[in-house]
């Protein structure tokens, strides 16, 4: 197989809005901070809706846009972090909601990676062979694993989710999918976490800023590298929207002033591994990249892990 591409995109957010006069009064904390620390102005918290209902919102979503239907799909593969139940995994659920008969069907947890783990991993299976039509997903709802006592996370992380379908490229197609890089810094893992029965994301927040700020720009530019595309070339970067301060500084070194900076962050707060499938699935919705035009994501979260590669946007 030559390669694979993404067909269409979909997302699905929770209703309920919660801005930051909101959680302050939970914690001691105010909107000029929250805006100013990290850019975020309001999240979506979800209510009823469990981690596979709102994947399976946004596949379905997804594969409206693409002129496919559920037979035609054999993979489904969730990226998530947050789903309650150990078995059946997320994207069983979802082919279950979805009526897709047979797919494989497997979870990813790179945690705010694993969106761009799972892409990567998607595509692997389709150059190999081994599947033709998938549905990748990034879904989660970090609500349920936040301390909501804790203001150096609550103010932070949120629900939602994004996917994507991805097929097969013609033999004569240049790949819509570029090679991923990837990786991980294992002994930082206690930086960003969501350990143990009663599980609460914790975090080192000045060690995850100062790794993100200054070793995941030359990892981006490698993506490009391998993709065989400059970087002034790129129509929008789509990072992992983990902090507006990070996601500014790591565009101001890939030197990228022509390309769209994704900030969805601004009203959706962070979601993990949603994050870039969601930001991406709006761009698109409001078309501000052209179809085929190179797109950057780069995932970067717990573990430590890392991973991105340039799309062509579908
Ligand atoms: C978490 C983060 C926003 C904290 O910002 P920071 O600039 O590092 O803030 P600090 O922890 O140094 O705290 C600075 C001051 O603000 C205070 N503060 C911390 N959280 C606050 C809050 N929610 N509201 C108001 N004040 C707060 C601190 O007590 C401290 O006060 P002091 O100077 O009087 O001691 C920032 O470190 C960050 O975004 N890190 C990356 C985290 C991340 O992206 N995690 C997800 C990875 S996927």
Not at 73 to 97: E, F, H
Not at 110 to 134: E, K, M
Not at 254 to 280: F, H, M, R, Y
Request: glycine share 8%; charged share 20%.
């Amino acid at each position: 197989m030559s390669g694979s591409r993404i067909l269409s995109l979909g997302h699905y957010q929770p209703s309920r809005v919660v801005t930051n006069d909101e959680i302050a009064q939970l914690v001691e904390t105010n909107d000029e901070w929250i805006r100013d620390r990290v850019g975020i102005v309001s999240r979506r918290i979800a209510g009823d809706e469990t981690v596979a209902d709102m994947a399976a919102a946004a596949a379905d979503k997804a594969l409206a846009n693409s002129g496919l239907t559920a037979a035609d799909i054999d993979l489904v593969v969730v990226a998530t972090c947050t789903s309650v139940d150990r078995s059946p995994n997320v994207a069983c659920r979802v082919a279950a909601k979805l009526g897709i008969a047979a797919p494989a069907a497997f979870d990813v947890n790179t945690a705010c990676s694993g969106f761009a783990y799972a892409l990567g991993t998607v595509d692997h299976a389709i150059r190999a062979g081994a599947a033709r039509n998938a549905i990748v997903i990034g879904a989660e709802k970090l609500s349920e694993f936040t301390d909501w006592t804790d203001r150096s996370t609550c103010i932070i992380f949120a629900d939602g989710a994004g996917a994507a379908v991805v097929t097969a490229a013609a033999e004569d197609e240049a790949p819509g999918i570029g090679p991923v890089v990837w990786g991980s810094v294992p002994e930082r893992g206690d930086a960003v976490r969501i350990e143990g029965w009663r599980p609460y994301v914790a975090q080192e927040g000045q060690t995850v800023f100062r790794w993100a700020t200054t070793a995941l720009a030359p990892l981006a530019l490698q993506a490009c590298e391998r993709a065989g595309v400059d970087p002034s070339e790129l129509a929008a970067f789509v990072p992992h929207q983990a902090n507006t301060r990070i996601i500014d500084g790591i565009a101001k070194r890939l030197n990228i002033p022509q390309a769209i900076i994704a900030k969805d962050i601004v009203e959706s707060g962070n979601t993990s591994a949603a994050s870039i499938p969601l930001a991406l699935s709006k761009l698109v919705e409001r078309r501000e990249v052209p179809s085929g035009a190179p797109v950057l994501l780069f995932g970067f979260g717990g573990g430590l892990t890392y991973a991105g590669q340039v799309i062509r946007c579908p």
